[in-house]
């Protein structure tokens, strides 16, 4: 089969490294079916109505807003450039902030209906340590201000939760579902988490969503894919559809060890592939 990569970043968000050429053209080597671009929605907008957002350097986390239309331009010059040999899809991965969809919808309007998928993130807390992106190694001391870990996987879930049930906030993808692994720091009393995680992926599945299968997780300390191969059976009874994503950050990360966790998915019981055009879900074999 042909992989599709749905989760790539690129320059224009300050943290990854490549332009957007860059990542289609590794894609088309490894002859991937599709790629899809899906680079952090801006940050800065959110500043008025959350102060405490100063203390992140959000400016390093997305692109500005005055890149958005450079970003949808080029997405459509290299669709149309790499037609013949890669399909090109456009995305945004959004963060979300309880209470900030109206804002953030203004901003989307103008480029929603040219958008594929969307992908929805928690990256930032708002909890007992402050505000802070518990996923930048740059506050890995906040860790400390929580007794144990479950607080941080409780205040995650929760800030999911919130996002998956806003009426107003548009997403079709769930990213990185157990993220706060990334540093190791893993979940101390495993079934009360567990039951949130449970209740999370419920509402998931309520609100006709779907999760990725992110690999990036296989390049940090945690050593192993967003989610977990227990949430992944789980997701799998529970019959919430799933797609690859690498989150590559470089192009050289692009399907990221993709033909292992394929295998793995196949062993779980799955053995369909979310698609996504003009936010329209269809299905693929593998
Ligand atoms: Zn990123
Ligand atoms: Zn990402």
């Known amino acids: ?127 007992k340590a402050g505000t802070f992106a518990f996923d930048d190694g740059r506050f890995l001391n906040k860790y400390r201000e929580y007794s144990v870990n479950d607080e941080i996987y409780i ?19 769930v990213t990185h579902f157990d993220l706060p692994k990334k540093f190791d720091k893993r979940v101390e009393d495993h079934d009360t988490v567990m039951e949130k995680v449970i209740e999370t992926l419920e509402l998931v599945k309520k609100n006709d969503l779907m999760i990725e299968i992110n690999t990036s997780g296989l390049r940090k300390k945690a050593k192993e894919q967003y989610p977990s191969e227990e949430i992944i059976r789980k997701m799998y009874e529970l019959d919430i559809p799933i797609l690859l994503g690498s989150d590559a950050h470089h192009p050289k990360e692009v399907a990221y060890k993709f033909k292992e966790i394929t295998k793995l998915l196949k062993t779980i019981g799955y053995n369909q592939l979310a698609h996504y055009e003009k936010r329209k879900r269809s299905y693929i074999d593998f």
């Not at 929605?41 to 109505?49: A, H, M, W």
């Not at 205040?155 to 806003?166: A, C, P, T």
């Open 155 to 173: 205040e995650f879930y929760n800030s999911l939760q919130d996002m998956i049930k806003s009426p107003t906030f548009e997403l079709d993808i």
């Open 1 to 127: 089969m042909r992989y599709e990569d749905w989760h790539t970043h690129n320059s224009l968000c300050k943290h990854a490294i490549g332009t957007i050429e860059d990542y289609i053209k590794e894609a088309v080597k490894l002859n991937l079916n599709v790629i899809g671009i899906s680079d952090h929605f801006p940050y800065e907008y959110l500043v008025s109505e959350l102060p405490t957002l100063d203390q992140i350097p959000y400016e390093e986390y997305a692109m500005p807003l005055y890149d958005l239309d450079k970003y949808m331009f080029q997405l459509e010059e290299l669709r149309e450039k790499y037609s013949d040999q890669i399909h090109v899809r456009f995305a945004f991965e959004i963060d979300y902030f309880k209470h900030q969809d109206y804002m953030l919808n203004k901003y989307l309007k103008k480029y929603i209906d040219k958008l594929d998928y969307i992908l929805g993130s928690v990256h930032v807390l708002f909890g």
